[in-house]
């Protein structure tokens, strides 16, 4: 259904330079510093009102790293699998390798459509030189530049050719996107790799060894869905200014681009204040939120610590007071699927549309049994509200007055269009409109 470009090839050819040119997007750190690595990456791409999903597969690793070829080969296996076409990058700057030979020697054996990519061809010289990829074995080569985009027009013609549907539908759409947000060492990537049932993440000590966010289309209860693990730094790498600055971004970046944020918590570190901003960050992009509270199997507990750690929780949080608390061990695997549910869960509240004759049906008798308490001898008469067909829960209800309706009136509307309709995890916002 969904169009899949991967991008393979050896290091250093502008596989990342081409990803962020097709997507459009900052979705790489580029670095060139030997050692750094990127797991399989997921961007959106358009091309003619063609839409498709790009994937960076990262690179082989220079040199004597070999520690992470194995690990590395295997997500190129994976983006194949997943391909419709495969964009094979070479380098007319560097001409022919060895490790171009074998990479061609792996994916003429596979039976999806390869289109040799000769990469830095900005001049009429490497132009030309391009033509001795022919020897690939792979077709005829495309000069292109990534970097100033040149040749990339004719080679995305002959790629969208390969497209099965039309591809118009916006992968961004109708697909969730859950983000894993929280401090770091709360246990997100551990989290992300029982997830995947798979060593995932790139987790070494060698200094310079930095993750990305990752974002990684899963399946689970018949339900597709896309997470992103904004897992940071590793404390131990030698951190460049320059990939923590992106890092960070990146964090902000998941978090806008999802519709439901799963936010740690250590359990073992109890609250933070950077938890609540975290939160709040959250709420206020109108993000569904779920709050996971992790390594519950390190706290000494009786049957009446989660119940206290609730409602501490929710007080600290006040007035949010609608987001689900769970409590789990990713090392014990102790409702992990749990917390997963409840993401799609919420998912399905910020999506759900309550129609104006349900909505007043319901309303109406709250709004006569405590209707808005009059201000400066005014009376204030909500008529009826409809809710917006907008991305998170929106409704408008129309009055007479609507610049006397009090905050605390604000609240207790809220409240009842969540007792009625269960918005568990989901910010919903009221507009008064006069009528
Ligand atoms: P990757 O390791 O294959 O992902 O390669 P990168 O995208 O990180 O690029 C490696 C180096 O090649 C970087 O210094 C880029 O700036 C450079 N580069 C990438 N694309 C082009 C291009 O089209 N022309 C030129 N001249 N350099 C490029
Ligand atoms: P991240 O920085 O948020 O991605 O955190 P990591 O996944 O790297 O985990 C940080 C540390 O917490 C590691 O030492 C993990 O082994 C540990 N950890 C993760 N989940 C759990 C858990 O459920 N229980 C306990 N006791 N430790 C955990």
Redesign the pocket.
């Given at each position: 259904m969904a169009n899949i470009v991967a991008i393979v090839?050896?290091?250093?050819?502008?596989?990342?330079?081409?990803?962020n040119r097709l997507t459009e997007q900052r979705q790489?750190i580029?670095?060139?510093q030997s050692g750094v690595t990127r797991d399989r990456h997921y961007g959106f791409a358009e091309w003619t009102d063609k839409h498709f999903t790009v994937i960076?597969t990262?690179?082989y690793v220079v040199g004597s790293e070999d520690v992470f070829e194995g690990a590395i080969r295997e997500q190129v296996e994976i983006a194949l699998d997943e391909a419709t076409v495969v964009l094979f990058?070479v380098d007319t700057?560097t001409g022919m390798t060895g490790l171009d030979e074998d990479f061609a020697n792996v994916l003429r054996r596979s039976n999806k459509p390869v289109y040799v990519v000769a990469?830095?061809?900005?001049t009429a010289e490497r132009r030309q030189a391009a033509a001795e990829f022919y020897a690939l074995g792979l077709g005829d080569p495309y000069p292109?530049?990534?970097?100033?985009g040149g040749g990339t027009g004719d080679l995305l013609d002959k790629v969208i050719t390969h497209f099965q549907s039309d591809g118009v539908e916006n992968p961004n759409g109708g697909i969730p996107r859950i983000s894993i947000l929280g401090r770091p060492n709360v246990g997100k990537s551990s989290f992300v790799n029982v997830l995947l049932g798979q060593e995932r993440n790139i987790v070494t000590d060698i200094a310079g060894t930095t993750r990305d966010a990752i974002n990684t289309r899963y399946r689970a209860y018949g339900q597709d869905f896309i997470l992103t693990d904004t897992a940071g730094i590793r404390r131990k790498s030698k951190i460049k200014d320059n990939i923590e600055f992106y890092s960070i971004l990146r964090s902000l970046k998941a978090m806008e681009e999802s519709d439901v944020c799963i936010v740690m918590l250590d359990a073992t570190r109890g609250f933070e204040s950077q938890d609540f901003n975290i939160i709040g960050q959250a709420i206020r992009a109108k993000k569904g939120v779920v709050v996971m509270i992790n390594k519950w199997d390190a706290v000494e507990k009786d049957h009446k610590t989660a119940d206290h750690w609730r409602k501490e929780m929710i007080q600290r949080m006040m007035p949010i007071d609608y987001l689900p608390i769970m409590f789990a061990s990713v090392h014990e695997k102790q409702r992990i699927f749990q917390v997963i549910e409840k993401a799609m869960e919420v998912y399905e509240n910020k999506h759900k549309k309550i129609t104006t004759s349900k909505l007043n049906e319901a309303m109406q008798p709250e709004i006569e049994a405590y209707p808005p308490p009059s201000t400066k001898g005014k009376q204030i008469k909500i008529k009826y509200m409809l809710q917006l067909p907008t991305p998170s829960p929106t409704f408008v209800f129309f009055c007479n007055l609507p610049q006397y309706i009090k905050e605390s009136y604000e609240r207790f509307l809220e409240n009842k269009l969540r007792a009625h309709f269960g918005f568990d995890g989901v910010p919903i916002t009221l507009f008064f409109r006069q009528k």
């Open positions: 090839g050896r290091p250093n050819v502008g596989k990342s330079t081409l990803f790489a580029m670095d060139n960076d990262g690179g990058v700057m990469n830095k061809s900005e292109v530049s990534a970097q100033d």
